[in-house]
Nanobody, 124 residues
Framework: QVQLVESGGGLVQAGGSLRLSCAAS????????VGWFRQAPGKEREFVVA????????YYSDSVKGRFTISRDNAKNTVDLQMSSLKPEDTAVYYC?????????????????WGQGTQVTVSS
């Protein structure tokens, strides 16, 4: 079992940067693939980015490719999302999610474990 807690959200102007962090409990976190998703008001939750359990493979949605970077530190049980060149359309609640390697279906999930989310607001 793994529990996830996101942090780092906030208010930023367009063009600015934020770094989100997903902290996980559990000694087996290194065996979990992790994804970031976001949900804007009135919209469906959408896939943003994912990273494999070892960190060797990353996957990005077209909307964030070249602007966002995912990384993980399995020694610290954290996965970070560096967001740059932020746009107002990036405004959403951002969630991290994890799924055990053997059951992971791919970057868009499904994922069995979810955090509570952190709000990111980008002003124009």
């Amino acid at each position: 079992q793994v529990q996830l807690v996101e942090s780092g959200g906030g208010l930023v102007q367009a063009g600015g940067s934020l770094r989100l962090s997903c902290a996980a409990s559990g000694r087996t976190f290194r065996s979990y693939a992790v994804g970031w998703f976001r949900q804007a008001p009135g919209k469906e939750r959408e896939f943003v980015v994912a990273i494999s359990w070892g960190g060797s493979k990353t996957y990005y949605s077209d909307s964030v490719k070249g602007r966002f970077t995912i990384s993980r530190d399995n020694a610290k049980n954290t996965v970070d999302l560096q967001m740059s060149s932020l746009k107002p359309e990036d405004t959403a609640v951002y969630y991290c999610a994890a799924d055990y390697a053997s059951s992971w279906s791919g970057p868009q999930g499904p994922y069995g474990h979810w955090g509570q989310g952190t709000q990111v607001t980008v002003s124009s």
